[in-house]
């Protein structure tokens, strides 16, 4: 079975670069969840030989106190059967979107992993489906709460299995209002770190608190408290072909976050993205980020930056303090959300560099302070160069030619000085177009 590592907790920090932006893209989130005793923190998640009636997948045997429970096993491979059929079919239909999934990736059968029942006496399944040459698995779950049929329930799908050597489960609360992970990986001796929530502190950096936990038999059910993220982290220290996964808390719940009305997106000055997209993207990106927690939201800065390209930047702070900038970018027919974390307080006065792809022209500083307008961006760059830009009246710095010359500035330390000459807001060039917010909140 899995228990708690006596004694360890091990803290991943974030540190702000300059402003604090701990660089999110498109999806944080952390407290650390209480330490119950050992026993509780992890229950037993053995299992044994799959019977001929039940497959497992890569010839794992399936783990979990129902793995020989042959009636419970045929019932959820058959509810999954279903489930695929009906992707089958939005797939022929030309409507697999509307499942927002991948596709079905040959049909192979469903085979189960895990058949267990949680402290609340519901019983949980993960199946994996359409398998190739045992290199990848989507990965399914049913969670049929104490009472219901798995014929009654829907079917979820949580993080892939790639190698099978990765790690993928299940999160949810159950009906005492605490969260559980089921975490499964390869079968043998294994020990995980679990983390439940990013911390955002006032500087603007992130921490995030793991919880090493270990297993006989590679599976375990692990009590978390109360997270407050819709992720939960979980990887295999040391093992470098395992990169930390995320796994979605209550995937039967969808989120609608709380952002009410956003500041200035319907005023006359707005000149950013489509107020529709910015909103939808926003809450999009807010659902994956911060959940259900209450939130303010403003617009900081919209324009349009190149030919093809409108921008909205957005200040999104968090009842309790937590502080990002997030960008909404519309370019064509598409559109991008890019967010960072900064200090609570000056968050509204971080300049944003952008960083155009090679079409789109000059290396732009977005300075979202009205003291900046008309005043002067001092930039420090390669070997102490000091360069001093002008701040146009739409808050735009032009800082480069083309991206070729955007790398010496990043993380190059900058002063923004009103057109008086006061300074306005000191940092370091921050810039988060490409990166993946999903890495980062794993970190």
Do not use: C
């Not at 294994?190 to 911390?199: H, K, L, P, T």
């Not at 939808?280 to 994956?288: E, I």
């Amino acid at each position: 079975r899995w228990i708690p590592a006596v004694g360890a907790v091990v803290v991943v920090i974030g540190l702000a670069a300059g402003f604090g932006p701990g660089l999110l893209s498109s999806p944080g989130r952390h407290r650390s969840a209480p330490q119950p005793a050992p026993g509780q923190t992890a229950r037993g998640a053995g299992g044994g030989e799959p019977s001929p009636d039940v497959p497992a997948a890569f010839g794992w045997p399936v783990r979990g106190d129902l793995a020989g429970d042959v009636g419970f096993g045929r019932a959820v491979l058959g509810r999954f059967r279903r489930d695929q059929e009906l992707r089958r079919d939005q797939e022929l239909r030309g409507d697999q979107e509307l499942r927002g999934d991948q596709p079905l990736r040959g049909g192979k059968p469903p085979r189960l992993m895990y058949a267990g029942t949680l402290p609340d006496g519901s019983r949980l399944a993960l199946s994996a489906v359409g398998h190739d040459d045992e290199l990848y698995a989507r990965v399914l779950s049913l969670h049929v709460p104490r009472g219901s049929l798995p014929q009654s329930v829907d079917v979820h799908e949580v993080n892939p299995l790639v190698d099978g050597h990765s790690v993928t489960g299940w999160v949810g609360h159950l009906r005492d209002g605490f969260a559980h992970a089921v975490v499964l990986a390869a079968p043998g001796k294994r020990r995980a770190e679990v983390s439940g929530e990013i911390r955002y502190l006032p500087d603007g950096s992130t921490r995030r608190v793991w919880r090493p936990v270990e297993s006989g038999t590679g599976a375990a059910v692990v009590a978390l408290g109360r997270p407050l993220d819709p992720f939960v982290a979980v990887r295999l220290p040391g093992d470098p072909s395992s990169a930390p996964v995320l796994l979605p808390v209550d995937p039967d719940r969808p989120i609608e976050p709380p952002i009410g009305q956003i500041g200035g997106l319907r005023s006359a000055s707005y000149r950013g993205p489509d107020p529709g997209l910015v909103a939808d993207d926003l809450t999009r990106w807010v659902s994956d980020t911060f959940g259900r927690r209450r939130l303010a939201v403003s617009v900081l800065w919209s324009g349009q930056l190149t030919i093809t390209r409108r921008v909205a930047v957005l200040l999104v702070r968090r009842s309790d303090g937590p502080t990002l900038q997030v960008t909404v970018s519309e370019e064509g027919d598409g559109s991008s959300t890019d967010a960072r974390s900064v200090a609570w307080a000056t968050g509204a006065l971080v300049p944003w560099l952008f960083v155009p792809n090679a079409s789109e022209g000059h290396v732009k500083l977005i300075n979202p302070a009205p003291g900046a307008r008309g005043g002067t961006a001092v930039v420090k760059g390669p070997a102490g160069l000091v360069r001093r830009f002008d701040i146009g009246p739409d808050g735009v710095a032009d800082l480069a030619r083309d991206q070729t010359q955007a790398y010496g500035l990043y993380g190059a330390p900058v002063t923004v000085l009103s057109a008086a000459g006061r300074v306005v807001v000191r940092g370091r060039l921050a810039n988060p177009d490409g990166a993946s917010l999903r890495q980062v909140l794993r970190d």
